[in-house]
């Protein structure tokens, strides 16, 4: 488990997988499959890793569940899917504030 130390331009994602969670810092502003991306986590598996829309909304195979934290959807297909409790389109959610994401 790791540990960073916020700062006051950064927001905290907690980050829980059936191994461990801990912490990641991330610029605010980016999204969350960006953010997970850039610290070594993928919210796609090994075929859809190789196998997506590139982050674009279209192809729905980047879900996460949003423990805490999660913001409003703004687009469709990542509305209709939270309202299904599918999960979250982790290329439409943008990092805000903190939150706590299952991967
Ligand atoms: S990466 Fe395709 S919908 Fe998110």
């Known amino acids: ?8 331009d950064t927001h905290i ?3 829980q997988t059936e191994a461990d969670q801990h912490k990641i810092e991330v610029e605010p502003g980016i999204t969350l499959r960006q953010a997970l991306r850039r610290h070594g986590h993928s919210p796609h598996n090994a075929v859809t890793d190789i196998a997506n829309c590139g982050g674009r ?6 879900v996460v569940e949003i423990v ?10 990542d509305s209709t899917l939270s309202g299904m409790g599918v999960g979250r389109l982790s290329c439409l959610v943008t990092v805000d ?4 994401v299952r991967l």
């Open 1 to 8: 488990m790791s540990t960073t130390a916020p700062t006051t």
């Open 13 to 15: 994602i907690t980050v």
């Open 57 to 62: 909304g279209h192809c729905g195979l980047c």
């Open 68 to 77: 805490e934290g999660a913001p409003p959807p703004t687009q469709a297909l």
């Open 97 to 100: 504030h903190d939150m706590t």
